[in-house]
């Protein structure tokens, strides 16, 4: 009888420590349920991914009450909460507010803004990062990259290029991508105004490159460094290899864990850029 009571006391000591919680994410815009968020506790490799829906559901039994969780997308500001209060709280639906945009519009014209590409571009076929899947049901992605760029002059971006060495799925793909000021050396906030997120095809990656074209968007960085990552966000069968530059570096975290630079290989993640020409007699 006491061993079956000992038993009882852990099983019901267990189940009430036992904190998975699920909830919606959703704008603040007619409650439109956001999908493939990340909802993570910051600085820890812990956390989740919404579904297509906005539905998630995360495991925080073993995470300390006095931490951070957060959710970031571009495009929204920031949602973070104490674990503890977020846990006791009666509704788990996380609302987003929407960016308001205060970039003022800028007259693109040859004589004062030139084409660039910046970034890296190789195609190499046998170095890259590679992401595999056998579960196309859970999305349950929680890698980013980025790599970094220097920048001392005012330039609108126009095209993120991303060359693919391998794609070899089940079903089209969704990559989020995002694009973060300088802190401390390593991506800090992100600057967008709108969510980066498009579906991927084998059918459109040309010449081994994937290219979304952000042209329309009025997306601006003004003489400060910057980070654009790439994050995939959907759960697939299969294979896909992104191709990489030796002596590049990496930043990569986990959810919201802390940006580790890796100084070994860097994605191959270049952009198309309208940069603000140097004016005659002043030098940049």
């Given at each position: ?100 945009s205060n970039i003022a519009e800028v007259k693109l014209t040859p004589k004062t803004f030139e ?67 300088k802190e401390d050396r390593r991506p800090g906030k992100s600057i967008l105004s709108e969510v ?89």
């Open positions: 009888m006491k061993i079956k009571l000992i038993f009882f006391s852990l099983f019901i000591f267990g189940f009430s420590n036992s904190q998975i919680i699920s909830g919606k994410i959703v704008s603040n815009d007619n409650n439109q349920a956001i999908p493939f968020a990340r909802i993570g506790i910051e600085n820890e490799n812990v956390g989740a991914i919404a579904d297509d829906n906005g539905n998630y559901k995360i495991d925080l039994s073993n995470v300390d009450r006095n931490k951070v969780l957060t959710v970031q997308l571009g495009g929204y500001e920031s949602f973070s909460n104490k674990v503890y209060d977020f846990i006791n709280a009666k509704n788990h639906d996380i609302i987003l507010k929407e960016k308001i084409n660039k590409n910046w970034g890296i571009n190789t195609k190499a076929k046998k170095l890259g990062f590679w992401f595999n899947s056998n579960n196309s049901s859970n999305g349950n992605w929680k890698d980013e990259v980025a790599i970094s760029f220097s920048n001392n002059k005012k330039v609108k971006i126009e095209k993120i290029n991303l060359n693919i060495n391998q794609f070899e799925t089940d079903k089209p793909v969704l990559l989020n991508f995002n694009i973060y000021s980066l997120t498009v579906e991927v095809t084998k059918d459109q990656i040309i010449d081994n490159t994937f290219t979304f074209d952000i042209s329309d968007k009025s997306i601006w960085v003004d003489k400060e460094d910057f980070y654009v990552s790439a994050q995939i966000v959907s759960g697939f069968k299969g294979k896909i290899g992104f191709s990489a530059a030796l002596l590049g570096a990496v930043y990569m975290r986990s959810y919201y864990d802390k940006w580790e630079k890796i100084p070994v290989a860097a994605p191959a993640i270049n952009i198309d850029v309208k940069v603000e020409k140097e004016k005659r007699g002043t030098k940049q």
